[in-house]
């Protein structure tokens, strides 16, 4: 079992140009999500999905777009890069809605920086 | 608003016993996390309280009080290798955690 894993690990962007950030998970987890990690603030939640083909946004939605077009991935988009999203991405599977012990299980991240 | 609070950083030496606090404020609440975060590394499951009280792992214990809003983490027999950062999260009514900032703690020997 790989767990979930993150491609690409580190990425460095011009504004205005635009990437995808997968994330896939071997555990046949139901719940996916995307968080990025600043410096000194929690993780702040992106998107995130309930199951293949849903999608539903989190509390920093804005300039990101998601798609769940298979159970095992989940792709996070940038249209149009800006220097406010240079963050460390993190992608997380859970088997349910995250109580008890269906905990969330963290990708490795990705780096990605803005110029 | 939804607010999770503890400390930045704190310091202990090998071998001793730390206690990091967290208080919380979420709309509803379905239970308390704490994950460990080495640097530059994804976090990690630490532990889940959902019920008033202390549980036990090993080294590792979790107390939470929903009246006072307040957990925290405790470390018994520290080593060099519990030099992270310990997230404290809330699970609100919509079951989305709420994350505290982190606090990075510091083992020497």
């Known amino acids: 079992n790989a767990g979930v894993t993150q491609t690409p690990k580190f990425r460095v962007l011009k504004t205005g140009q635009s990437m995808t950030l997968l994330c896939a998970q071997d555990?046949?987890?139901?719940?996916m999500y995307w968080y990025r990690q600043d410096p000194g603030m929690g993780l702040r939640l992106i998107h995130y999905s309930v199951g293949e083909g849903t999608t539903a946004k989190g509390e920093v939605p804005d300039g990101y777009n998601v798609s769940r077009l298979k159970k095992q991935n989940f792709l996070l988009g940038l249209e149009s890069a800006a220097p406010s999203q240079t963050s460390v991405y993190f992608c997380?599977?859970?088997?349910?809605?995250?109580?008890?012990?269906?905990?969330?299980?963290f990708g490795p991240g990705t780096r990605l920086t803005v110029l | 608003g939804q607010n999770i609070d503890q400390p930045t950083e704190m310091t202990a030496t090998e071998g001793a016993i730390v206690q990091i606090n967290c208080t919380y404020q979420?709309?509803?609440?379905?239970?308390l996390f704490w994950y460990q975060q080495h640097a530059g590394e994804a976090p990690t499951f630490l532990s889940y309280?959902?019920l008033d009280g202390l549980e036990e792992k090993g080294r590792f214990s979790s107390f939470l009080s929903r009246s006072k809003g307040y957990s925290y983490l405790l470390l018994k027999e520290l080593q060099m290798k519990d030099s992270a950062s310990y997230l404290c999260?809330?699970?609100?009514?919509?079951?989305?955690?709420?994350w505290g900032a982190g606090t990075k703690l510091i083992i020497k020997p």
């Open positions: 555990m046949n987890h139901e719940y």
């Open positions: 979420t709309s509803g609440f379905n239970g």
């Open positions: 997380a599977s859970s088997e349910a809605e995250g109580g008890g012990t269906d905990t969330q299980y």
């Open positions: 309280n959902v």
């Open positions: 999260a809330g699970l609100d009514s919509n079951y989305q955690l709420i």
